[in-house]
């Protein structure tokens, strides 16, 4: 059974950046078809794909989010990471980890509710 | 931009009842939708993948299915633990997701 489990800070200022980093266990990060996402979900609002990565380092991000994305893995130590810089109250949200497979997201971590504050 | 909306907004319904949710497609999306179901204060969950096929462990009062750009998810029978907010998702534009805004099934 794949598990995730995401850790990091749970205040960041603004204008920093947030930094955030998934452990997968009971599977490989380098899983055939697998990418590995970020979404994310504003307190009381819906889903939003935040970013993927894959473990050869490809990855991809929302478009909406300008750019400030950096997603990267260590396969060494099974994890993948996220850091999204320049942060403001609108970035405040539940942060996701999420295994995908044939893009459909089929595990996903217990989340980490992120607030940006000064 | 592929936009998925979902109808109703919110389903009032009562243990052992049907509930009918809908998701429209502004495009055509093939069979690529899935749905999760959300518990508060709990990750979404992966329910059905590829319109109709039910995800590992997921009981059979789930079912999925399609009619060209409009999918439904119906649960029969609900069971207390049903109640919850679900969600489709469109894989087909990947890399970008896409999901929809959610409906929420509540206890009449």
């Known amino acids: 059974q794949v598990q995730l489990q995401e850790s990091g800070p749970r205040l960041v200022k603004p204008s920093e950046t947030l930094s955030l980093t998934c452990t997968v266990s009971?599977?490989?990060?380098?899983?055939?078809?697998?990418?590995w996402a970020w979404i994310r979900q504003p307190p009381g609002k819906g889903l939003e794909w935040v970013g993927y990565v894959s473990d050869d380092g490809s990855a991809d991000q929302n478009p909406s989010l300008n750019r400030r994305v950096t997603l990267s893995t260590d396969t060494s130590k099974n994890q993948f990471s996220l850091k999204l810089s320049s942060v403001t109250a609108a970035d405040t949200a539940m942060y996701y980890c999420?295994?995908?497979?044939?893009?459909?997201?089929?595990?996903w971590g217990q989340g980490k509710l992120v607030t940006v504050s000064s | 931009e592929i936009v998925l909306t979902q109808s109703p907004a919110t389903l009032s319904l009562s243990p052992g009842e049907r509930a009918t949710l809908s998701c429209r497609a502004s495009?055509?999306?093939?069979?690529?939708l899935a749905w999760y179901q959300q518990k508060p204060g709990q990750a979404p969950r992966l329910l059905i993948y590829?319109?109709?096929n039910r995800a590992t462990g997921i009981p059979p009062r789930f079912s999925g299915s399609a009619s060209g750009t409009d999918f439904t998810l119906t649960i029969s029978n609900l069971e207390p633990e049903d109640f919850a907010v679900y969600y489709c998702?469109?894989?087909?534009?990947?890399?970008?997701?896409?999901f929809g805004g959610g409906t929420k099934v509540e206890i009449k």
């Open positions: 590829d319109a109709s």
């Open positions: 999420a295994r995908v497979k044939w893009q459909v997201l089929d595990y």
């Open positions: 495009q055509s999306v093939s069979s690529f």
């Open positions: 998702q469109h894989r087909g534009n990947w890399p970008s997701l896409t």
């Open positions: 009971g599977g490989s990060i380098g899983c055939d078809y697998c990418y």
